[in-house]
């Protein structure tokens, strides 16, 4: 695709629901990294595939957090049992390849847990 | 590890005043270095980086950084600012051979006219 998508945009949801957001990084991009944005705390990088593979998953919060990828593309981020604290921007990024090419973001999906 | 450190979390300025946002980095070896832009309720988009080479890295929209290696900076400027460059903007470092981008907190620049 033209661009990074992410869905959805918006999802608000009951504590201790499960939920399921979308990424499809642009054609061909084999590098794939989800961050979450909350007010005040900047990124934080939670897991980077590398194709279907995710060599560092070091920033997923606990394990109630878990991501996917399948055939290279189209990667999924569950969260088990939302918390209140689980509100934040996700934001999805992809790179034609590693290291020192251009990462480009998609807009991002709002989880709002009440 | 790497970390990257953004001093300010605001830095207000009038239009068409020069500013720069600073940013500083902990690594052991080289890095690859990164400016990003958010403009309100939109994603990041890359500004300018910084691989090898010259020390002085132009962007786009009028935007510039200096790599410092000796202070471990990667000062981002610009010599007049619009109302129009009103966002928050991330440093990023990345490890060669260590594909993670570290971000830093950002820096929310508001511009007045």
């Known amino acids: 695709g033209a661009g990074v998508s992410q869905s959805p945009s918006n999802k608000v949801t009951e504590k201790g629901k499960d939920v399921e957001l979308r990424c499809d990084p642009i054609?061909?991009?084999?590098?794939l990294y989800w961050y979450r944005q909350s007010l005040g705390q900047g990124l934080e990088f939670l897991i980077y595939f590398q194709g279907n593979s995710a060599p560092d998953k070091s920033g997923l919060p606990s394990d109630r957090f878990s991501a996917e990828r399948t055939g290279g593309s189209v990667s999924t981020l569950t969260i088990q049992r939302t918390q209140q604290e689980d509100s934040a921007v996700y934001l999805c990024a992809s790179r034609r390849e590693t290291r020192n090419t251009e990462a480009f973001f998609g807009q991002g999906t709002r989880l709002t847990v009440v | 590890a790497q970390s990257v450190t953004q001093l300010d979390s605001q830095v207000p300025v009038f239009e068409e005043a020069p500013v720069e946002l600073r940013c500083n980095y902990s690594?052991?070896?080289?890095?690859?270095l990164f400016w990003y832009v958010q403009y309100p309720n939109q994603g990041l988009q890359l500004l300018l980086k910084y691989l090898s080479g010259s020390t002085l890295v132009k962007g786009i929209n009028g935007f510039e950084a200096e790599f410092n290696k000796s202070q471990t900076s990667f000062h981002l400027r610009k010599p007049s600012v619009h109302i129009s460059d009103t966002a928050e903007y991330f440093c990023a470092v990345s490890l060669p051979g260590y594909s993670t981008l570290t971000f830093g907190k950002g820096t929310m620049l508001l511009v007045s006219p």
């Open positions: 054609s061909g991009h084999t590098a």
């Open positions: 690594s052991s070896v080289s890095v690859y």
